[in-house]
């Protein structure tokens, strides 16, 4: 997605290169030793990660043609389409095209990102949806949520990607409901909830219930009850807060967001979830600048209003609703 | 909203001083507005990325045409050989067990689209080893073999052609 995108520096990007290319070398050993060292580095680094990240993407589509063995549709692809100007045989082709863009809809129109077109659900930025899933549990979606599921005889698990989400478990005594995220696994015990993917942590606020958190495999589950908000993540440790429940369950089905005591640029990131244009700040900038408040996620022009009317050492700049700047304004 | 801020962003200026003059030159040129306002909105975006911001203030509109046509270029290109992809895998025919899903069909035709647009701005003989290898999955050797070189020279064709892989914005369909 545009707005998730960032300038990765060209040297992080040529290295990322070579270590792909060492780790496709011909001596096994050889090999195994470069890719273990190219995920060190990665591990090392966001910026490695997302340097390499862009690399990998292509050659996971090209391993894919030829996983599917259609290497001979591609290369004669690429032939084609050489071809200076389209000749009269094309013409069919593009009748086939039309057809081809007719199957997959859904991809076509959408600028998702990659990983997330084989989510078993998502939805696009300022999309809501809600689905009742096979164990009557019902799982909402807000806007530019990605989600797995993994329901089997003895468990059922929903894989938050990005984004949000609100479940209402039903029971199942013999079945376990999961949600899992990048940063923890959250246990239901007949139970409704908030899961949130924010920058690097994932934020887990109780409605009804109980649920056991583990953010590590071998960590000990913490137990964390109704009108409790828990946020975790690697550099995040921090203990349960108190919320609103009422008003989370209210905000929610009024698409708003209630924020307490939220740094600025967590809150920006979850409006321009919910906005197509792209919305640009400085996270530095705007570092310091704590926010409480109910703002509206369908109408994220009025949102960023509010927060100027609240925050006057605010400077929102509109180039166009494709283009909004947040920064600090001048002191007089 | 209107209050003006005393170091000008030099992206900012830009944006506000040409960005409706070049979402009319391509509308003109495209004959439709909804594309002419994706292009602008990437050509933007591509110079943000970049860093040609300081360069591109000297003729501002000559190098916003210029990059514009050039993801033009290139989306075109891009579009024509997944479109192409696709339609071939249609006329070979379903005759395969365990076909890919038609989201891996979709990836693969975009990163199909993003390394023919790539691999243009290469040396055929690096284009070559890079689909050898990662297309046909050849190894290093053989590929140096086949053209007559070190795989020394076959690692720097990788490279290379990875760096303009990497060089473009991601792919978007519009409708």
């Known amino acids: ?332 | 909203m209107s209050s003006v801020t005393r170091d000008s962003d030099p992206l900012v200026d830009l944006y506000a001083g040409h960005h409706g003059w070049l979402v009319g030159w391509l509308r003109r040129k495209l004959g439709c507005p909804d594309r002419a306002a994706d292009i602008a909105q990437d050509t933007f975006l591509r110079i943000l990325l970049s860093r040609d911001a300081l360069f591109a203030m000297r003729e501002p509109r000559a190098f916003l045409t210029t990059t514009a046509n050039r993801l033009l270029i290139d989306q075109t290109r891009r579009q024509a050989v997944e479109q192409a992809y696709l339609a071939e895998l249609m006329q070979a025919g379903e005759q395969q067990a365990g076909a890919p899903s038609p989201e891996e069909l979709l990836i693969a035709a975009q990163a199909l689209g993003q390394i023919a647009v790539a691999l243009e701005k290469v040396s055929t003989k690096a284009a070559e080893a890079f689909l050898l290898h990662y297309l046909d999955g050849l190894g290093h050797a053989e590929i140096a073999e086949r053209q007559g070189v070190s795989t020394r020279m076959v690692r720097k064709y990788l490279v290379q052609c990875l760096l303009h892989c990497a060089d473009l914005l991601p792919a978007r369909h519009g409708s």
């Open chain 1, 1 to 332: 997605m545009n707005d998730r995108l960032q300038a990765v520096p060209e040297d992080l990007v040529e290295q990322a290169a070579e270590w792909l290319v060492r780790q496709g070398v011909d001596d096994p050993a050889e090999a195994r030793a470069a890719a273990d060292a190219f995920a060190a580095w990665k591990a090392a680094d966001p910026r490695h990660a997302a340097a390499a990240a862009r690399l990998e993407n292509v050659i996971d589509g090209l391993r894919e043609i030829r996983q599917s063995s259609t290497q001979s549709s591609a290369r004669k692809a690429l032939r084609l389409s050489q071809r200076p100007r389209w000749s009269a045989g094309a013409r069919a082709l593009s009748i086939l095209l039309i057809i081809a863009a007719g199957l997959f809809p859904a991809v076509w129109i959408s600028g998702t990102q990659p990983t997330h077109l084989m989510a078993d659900l998502r939805t696009l930025r300022g999309e809501w949806t809600a689905r009742t899933l096979d164990d009557g549990s019902r799982l909402a979606l807000s806007g530019g949520t990605a989600v797995n599921l993994e329901f089997t005889p003895e468990k059922r698990i929903v894989r938050l990607l990005d984004g949000e989400i609100m479940v209402d478990v039903a029971p199942d005594a013999n079945r376990p409901f999961v949600v899992e995220t990048e940063y923890g696994t959250i246990r239901a015990l007949g139970t409704r909830f908030l899961v949130t993917a924010i920058d690097g942590a994932t934020r887990l606020s109780m409605l009804e219930s109980r649920v056991e958190v583990r953010t590590a495999p071998d960590a000990p589950p913490r137990l964390l009850r109704a009108g409790e908000s828990l946020t975790f993540g690697p550099n995040r440790e921090e203990s349960p807060e108190a919320v609103d429940s009422s008003l989370l369950d209210t905000a929610w089905n009024a698409r708003q967001m209630v924020v307490r005591d939220r740094p600025l640029g967590e809150v920006l990131d979850e409006i321009a979830r919910h906005r197509s244009g792209y919305l640009r700040y400085d996270r530095k900038a705007l570092a310091g600048i704590h926010v409480s408040a109910v703002l509206p996620l369908d109408d994220t022009d009025r949102a960023l209003q509010l927060l100027l009317n609240s925050f006057p050492e605010l400077h929102i700049r509109r180039i166009t609703p494709y283009l909004v700047m947040v920064g600090r304004a001048e002191k007089p």
